[in-house]
């Protein structure tokens, strides 16, 4: 084989500078970046990426006791009723303004428990959510499930509870995954859903949060002191 002359190899030269070019390729950048972070953006809005580390901002004192879903001691003297949907930003608010308070004062004192009734109206990721609450309950962590859910909640039916999305916050709690497949993908859980739909039309519930202390309805979020006022009411009534 003959030997390449260096010679024939063509000499490239430098090209000349295209402002205008340059130009045209720094706006195309710069839209891209833009689009990268508004898509990042939608993704941590709508909830729909990796569950947070960070835990559970709302999680419950080693000491508060719990049995199912009722939270507090058994004989405690005022029993609150409340009907969530796991999907309602107003509940998610409750949760992580009212709540804490509610649970290191009356609750932790002994004077109420808290009930939790499911009311899965808005969607799919609604019911979906209850079940994921039912096969925790059925483990002794329905409050660690409840607490879990409403701080990775996304929009409505987004994806922040599809089934995969809910398995991995059990895998971060812990649980028995065998259990909890076979407990959420279970008969149980749907009627659990649809009885809860249910139990909230009977009590002509129509809207969420829902709390419903010594028989009168308390819809929204509210003021902590005006939650005390209320439990102090139905505490002194006969």
Not at 67 to 72: D, Q
């Amino acid at each position: 084989m003959p030997k390449r002359s260096s010679s024939t190899i063509p000499v490239r030269s430098a090209p000349k500078k295209d402002n205008h070019g340059l130009l045209v390729w720094s706006v195309i950048f710069l839209f891209c970046g833009v689009g990268l972070i508004l898509a990042a953006a939608f993704f941590v809005q709508a909830g729909v990426g990796p569950v947070p580390g960070s835990g559970l901002p709302v999680a419950l004192r080693s000491d508060t006791p719990s049995s199912g879903f009722t939270l507090g001691q058994a004989d405690a003297p005022l029993t609150i009723d409340i009907y969530e949907d796991f999907q309602c930003p107003v509940c998610r608010d409750w949760s992580q303004t009212i709540f804490p308070q509610l649970r290191d004062h009356e609750i932790a004192a002994g004077k109420v428990k808290l009930v939790f009734h499911d009311f899965a109206f808005i969607g799919p990721e609604s019911a979906a959510a209850e079940r994921a609450a039912y096969a925790a309950a059925n483990q002794g962590r329905f409050w660690d499930m409840w607490a879990t859910l409403y701080a990775n909640q996304g929009t409505e039916n987004s994806g922040a509870f599809s089934d995969a999305r809910l398995r991995t916050m059990a895998d971060k709690l812990g649980l028995n995954l065998a259990k909890y497949d076979t407990d959420f993908a279970s008969s149980a859980a749907a009627d659990w859903v649809s009885a809860g739909i249910a139990d909230a039309a009977g009590h002509n519930i129509t809207a969420t949060p829902t709390l419903v202390i010594a028989g009168k309805a308390y819809s929204g979020v509210g003021t902590y002191s005006a939650l005390q006022a209320a439990i102090a009411t139905a505490l002194a009534a006969p």
